[in-house]
């Protein structure tokens, strides 16, 4: 317990830490832009392939991509059946923020500094998961919402996630481990540093990201999504803890329940038409309620 504690404990200072160099213009916002590129295309396909180097690919696993697109779903007919009554741009702003799972840049560096063994779940599960936040959600979203703006195509989606270099990993790793061939020890070697820094890398960004000003008319608002979001997700976590499904899964599936809002569902939400600073506000929020509650559901299990 002390040990989970002390980990969940040292993320959040790696948050402050990058928080604070952004007041003391040490750094800015844009640095974290910077530090983004570098966790997607570096640190985080080096963790990717570290952790997958020795997996053994089980049926369980694969069931773990549908699981992400499923989840995907489910959370997208929840956003949309609570916010039937709002406007449509909320109603969009809403459906994105509750749907769509943060592992890149939150689950696997949380989950890789407490049980790494955790990570080749976690990477079947955002294969799934890739897809949707890729543009399978925008189809499914602007589809249900009504919306007359141009909608996403299969080459699209496809286009998008070509380009996604974490996504890739995944699928050149899962091959290798499937055919079960290795690469050479000396590429483990070499990619074992880089991955040693995706951790700190990914907390001290969203730290530089965190946006602690919101107008008061949009208040409301905000906790309506965060709501929304944490008390579905818990509420998943429940149904998770009761499955009769291996230990290591259930723990994976209910810590991913209650983390924060995917850059992708920002991204989103903001060419839909929602307002920037909501967007931001909203999203630095969910880092900062996703932490203690992913270490309490971890302590609890």
Known sequence: ????????????????????????????????????????????????????????????LLLLIAAGLVLNLVMIIIGHFFSKKQEQVEREFLMYSVSGYNIGNFAIPFVQSFMPLAIPILSFFDIGNSVMLAGGSNVVIEG??????????????????????????????????????????????IAQPIASANTFLSMFMIGLFLELRLPKKDVALVLRVLVIKYASGILLAVVFMLLPIPMMIKIVLCLVSVGPIPTFAVINSVAAGMRAEVVGFTSSLSFLVSLPLMTGLLLFL
Do not use: W
């Open 144 to 189: 249900i919402s009504g919306s007359n703006g141009p909608r996403p195509s299969a080459k699209m989606v496809l286009g998008r996630l070509g380009r996604s270099v974490p996504f890739l990993c995944y699928l050149i790793m899962l091959f290798f481990r499937m055919v079960k061939l290795d690469l050479p020890p000396a590429v483990f070697q």
């Open 1 to 60: 317990m002390r040990a989970v504690l002390l980990n969940s404990l040292g993320l959040f200072v790696i948050i402050l830490i990058g928080y604070l160099t952004k007041r003391l213009n040490l750094l800015m916002k844009a640095d974290g832009t910077t530090i983004s590129k570098i966790v997607v295309n570096v640190t985080l396909p080096a963790a990717i392939i570290v952790n997958l180097q020795s997996l053994e690919v089980k049926n369980q």
